[in-house]
Nanobody, 122 residues
């Protein structure tokens, strides 16, 4: 399985970005998909997860600002990020788990993309 993220970049505080993740190599329609981020010197943490039928989970830090969605027909996952803050600056990773239920630990995900940098300036 290969996951490729796109859509990162530099944005001012209050702005928006939309990240995309394209999966290839196998169909991931039944897998939980997640978006994680990792800032320099910090651990990789989840920012959103979605089941194949639309079950969703967010941490409080992004709830109301980030929206995860998926297109099973296209094998793609998206992360719409609004009202971005400087503390959202990190490398963002797309990940796929091998089970269909929501999980939030990075070590529970089997496949990872290479990451895309998101930088929010103040």
């Amino acid at each position: 399985v290969q996951l490729v993220e796109s859509g990162g970049g530099l944005v001012q505080a209050g702005g928006s970005l939309r990240l995309s993740c394209t999966a290839s190599g196998r169909t991931l329609n039944r897998n939980v998909m997640g978006w994680f981020r990792q800032a320099p010197g910090k651990e990789r943490i989840i920012v959103a997860a979605i089941t194949y039928n639309g079950g969703i989970a967010y941490p409080d830090s992004v709830k109301g600002r980030f929206t995860i969605s998926r297109d099973n027909a296209k094998n793609m996952v998206y992360l719409q990020m609004n009202s971005l803050k400087p503390e959202d600056t990190a490398v963002y990773y797309c990940a796929a788990a091998l089970i269909p239920t929501i999980i939030t630990g990075a070590n529970q995900y089997a496949y990872w993309g290479q990451g895309t940098q998101v930088t929010v300036s103040s």
